[in-house]
């Protein structure tokens, strides 16, 4: 009996040991936290206190709200005098931390969180009010997590002159992300979440990142993309669950610790706009576009947008074996003039977005003006090139004169650069995000790009031993050439009534001809040796007068012509899009300008054929067009989305998929073979 005795009295002291050191080891925590009130209580007013973490050592870490991946956030139950109410926490702003792939939202070192106690109207206090909360959270390191809990008491002062306050109180408030004065706007495109958070561009923002306090929304470790879109931040961030909720909240952390609180409701969330932050791979390094601006340029010497000028470039090419000397300076000053314009032509568009106008590329031959402009510049090289007049001092066809070579370079970049190609597309959709020196340079390098194979010739003379040598045969050459020209001049005559309509390009077409009139005059003064500019003024003078007056009044917007298509597409918004996207069927999508050489090709060879026609019949694909002919902000915008900075483009969407984007130039069999395969 003693033995027994002995062990059940063993018993009974071991478990009084355990059951006295459980209370110690609760308060034994890796983050040890502690209640403070911020002031004395004042009845009717709002009392802040805040539950002060402070960990063991630097490797253990706390977590916001929403932990992330993993983890667990903090849950807090409060004994309160009768009446008295605590409000939400408030968290400073969480860093991230990434650990074996999963993302989580949590605190290093010592932080605070506030919590709002709403004190009721009338409360007499007869002394010191205590308060206490139960509070559970988890402590880990990168290795290991502890769950823990405290119970935190605190005696809140009714007496001003008995309170001491707590120097460190400015610093942890300081530490809190405030909440911004209005509210952003969500919506949610494909497996995106785009957010747009109201905050004014001056903003600095160094390192941005969206911490989600709406759970089961997002995916916390992909990469999220940020864009400057005026007085507008838009965060792209990759869903992960279903969630489908009317409001979200979160955090907008800004870098150095500094962050906002947001909340947003579904609504429009703008395209476009800046880069500011994203993924390494979001957008292709700088020397990679660099490159592929270069080969684009390049490429673009073959395009057919570039044939109209090609008997331009011929003229200067075929006078480029006259002599070393005259070959290299007509080099520099052709690339010069080519490399300027598509600087100059950058610039401007850049320009213009900055000020909320919705480009692209090519946006010069929405307007117009300009059209009717190049229009009269055709129609004056066609007359140049027949021999009807000589310029004394700068001609697009003047053998020797690098100010010829320059004016050619101009003209080749401002007429030749309409459309995106291979290489070219990527390029320039990404200088429209990227900062102005950097896009600056892109636009550069295309325009090296172009002017590259001239430059060439003037400083190898192995290729220029390949050119005819010089002789009569220029001069008839020449004249041929204005057969090509002229066919760009009616080209362009047609592209002034698909603009303004027939009366438009009526008066542009008189106006055009008066011009014509007065440099024949011009040209036969010149041949007999007689002053023949000012007659040249006299004569072109009442027809511009004309123009200038009749034009603008004359101008009637035309309605897109996509109802000619054999395809009889939808036209395009982003609405009909969604519609068709959501009827379960293929969608073929393709954005187009009457302008667009490279458009018009594709479509003959590739789109407006019966065999299409047939094969999306038969697979019941959804035909889409985007007519950019005019400015259209809401296709420059969907351009920019998709990261092109023009056209063509050509977009294939099976059911239930994201954008298939083609290539720029296109056949019938890329599109037959998509619409044949099986569902």
């Not at 902000?633 to 920019?640: G, H, K, N, P, R």
Request: aromatic share 8%; proline share 8%.
């Amino acid at each position: 009996m003693r033995a027994s005795t002995l062990r059940i009295f063993k018993a009974f002291i071991l478990l009084l040991i355990v059951a006295l050191a459980m209370p110690l080891r609760a308060q034994d925590n890796n983050l040890v936290a502690s209640l403070h009130a911020e002031e004395p209580e004042r009845a009717g007013e709002t009392l802040t206190l805040a539950i002060h973490f402070e960990p063991v050592s630097d490797e253990w870490h706390g977590y916001w709200s929403n932990p992330g991946d993993a983890g667990l956030g903090m849950q807090l139950s409060w004994e309160l005098p009768e009446g008295w109410q605590a409000g939400e926490p408030l968290y400073p702003v969480p860093q991230t931390l990434r650990i074996s792939g999963l993302m989580n939202h949590v605190y290093k070192g010592a932080y605070s969180v506030l919590v709002p106690l709403s004190v009721p109207e009338g409360f007499v206090a007869s002394g010191p009010v205590p308060i206490a909360v139960e509070g559970q959270w988890l402590a880990c390191t990168d290795a290991i997590c502890v769950p823990e809990q405290a119970r935190m008491t605190a005696l809140v002062q009714s007496d001003p002159k008995a309170f001491i306050a707590d120097g460190r109180f400015p610093l942890w408030r300081a530490a809190i992300a405030p909440p911004l004065d209005r509210k952003g706007q969500f919506e949610i495109a494909g497996n995106l979440l785009r957010l747009a958070i109201p905050i004014p561009a001056a903003m600095k923002l160094d390192a941005p990142h969206v911490f989600m306090r709406t759970e089961r929304l997002v995916d916390y470790a992909a990469a999220q993309v940020f864009r400057r879109n005026g007085d507008i931040l838009v965060a792209e961030i990759p869903l992960k669950g279903g969630a489908q909720p009317e409001s979200i909240e979160g955090i907008l952390a800004l870098g150095g610790g500094n962050g906002i609180r947001f909340e947003a409701v579904l609504g429009e969330v703008p395209s476009g706009g800046a880069l500011v932050a994203g993924p390494d791979d979001a957008t292709p390094p700088v020397w990679v576009l660099l490159i592929g601006a270069l080969l684009g340029g390049l490429l673009l010497n073959v395009m057919p947008c570039v044939f109209p000028i090609l008997s331009i470039k011929a003229l200067s090419l075929a006078r480029a074996g006259e002599s070393q000397a005259q070959a290299r300076s007509e080099g520099i000053a052709y690339t010069c003039g080519v490399v300027l314009a598509c600087v100059a032509l950058g610039a401007t568009m850049l320009a213009l977005r900055a000020a909320g106008a919705q480009v692209g590329w090519a946006f010069q031959l929405q307007e117009p003006g300009v059209v009717v402009f190049l229009l009269v510049l055709a129609a004056a090289i066609t007359a140049n090139f027949a021999g009807l007049f000589e310029l004394p001092s700068l001609s697009f066809t003047r053998s020797g004169e690098p100010a010829s070579a320059f004016a050619t370079g101009l003209l080749a970049a401002f007429v030749a650069t309409p459309c995106t190609g291979p290489f070219m597309a990527v390029a320039l959709g990404a200088a429209l995000l990227l900062p102005p020196v950097q896009a600056l340079l892109l636009f550069a390098a295309l325009g090296l790009g172009l002017a590259l194979p001239f430059l060439l010739i003037g400083f190898v003379p192995a290729l220029r031993g390949m050119l005819p040598r010089p002789g009569p045969w220029m001069d008839r050459f020449r004249k041929a050439m204005a057969f090509p020209m002229g066919l760009t001049a009616l080209a362009l005559v047609w592209l002034t009534a698909r603009l303004g309509g027939q009366g438009f390009a009526m008066f542009a077409l008189v106006m055009t001809a008066g011009v014509i009139m007065a440099l024949m005059v011009t040209g036969r003064l010149q041949k007999r040796g007689k002053m023949a500019w000012p007659a040249f003024g006299l004569i072109a003078a009442p027809f511009l007068i004309f123009g200038a007056f009749a034009l603008p009044s004359s101008y009637a917007e035309q309605q897109s012509g996509t109802a000619q298509s054999i395809l009889a597409p939808r036209e395009f918004s982003t609405a009909a899009l969604a519609e068709a996207r959501a009827s379960g069927k293929p969608v073929f999508v393709w954005f187009t300008a009457d302008w667009c050489v490279t458009c018009k090709v594709n479509e003959g060879v590739a789109i407006e054929r019966e065999a299409t026609k047939a094969a999306f019949e038969k697979a019941g694909v959804i035909p889409m067009v985007g007519d950019w002919t005019r400015r259209d902000a809401e296709i420059s915008a969907f351009l920019t989305e998709q990261g092109a900075a023009g056209v063509p483009l050509y977009l294939w969407y099976e059911p239930g998929a994201e954008a298939e984007q083609l290539p720029q130039v296109l056949t019938a069999d890329m599109l037959i073979e998509r619409a044949q395969r099986p569902r």
